[in-house]
């Protein structure tokens, strides 16, 4: 395939992180002393915004360059995202049934499955991201950690 299509994905990634930067407005802010529940919102979707426009910048001033050859068609891409566009959607579920640690850990291995690696690299990974980001969140930035409906980690730790 002769046309470039890797702006498309970079300009959907512009638009959700301009989407989630203004629903970061809506959450209140913390006080002098504390940083707050909008620090982390505002700053993923603030570098989400700003990487993508440079690397749409970027992908626009090589269009003068020639096509680029790819492997990938736009059904392609649709079909290789489609499975993780809904894993934010089952994502979101299992926060709501499990909290965060045990969603993030099932999401995680299946996100890692999804983009290849193998199940004890998957398990691992997802292991020590969730953990690691589930102490940075809940114990170094203070966040709060809603329990789930179904299992209630938050009573272990």
Do not use: E
Request: hydrophobic share 55%.
């Amino acid at each position: 395939m002769d046309r470039n299509i890797g702006w498309f994905t970079t300009a959907v990634f512009l638009a959700f992180g301009g989407a989630f930067f203004l629903a970061s407005l809506t959450i209140p802010g913390g006080t002098s002393t504390t940083l707050g529940p909008a620090v982390v919102p505002r700053a993923v979707s603030l570098m989400m915004v700003i990487l993508a426009a440079i690397v749409l910048v970027a992908d626009f001033r090589t269009r003068d360059k020639g096509p680029i050859k790819q492997d990938i068609t736009p059904r392609d891409l649709l079909f290789r995202a489609g499975p993780l566009i809904a894993l934010i959607a089952v994502y979101g579920q299992f926060m709501l049934w499990f909290g965060y640690l045990i969603a993030t850990l099932l999401s995680g291995y299946i996100a890692f499955r999804l983009f290849g690696n193998s199940r004890k690299a998957s398990a691992l990974h997802s292991i020590l991201a969730g953990t690691l980001f589930y102490f940075c969140f809940v114990y170094l930035l203070g966040i709060y950690d809603p329990p789930g409906s179904l299992i209630d980690m938050t009573l272990l730790f």
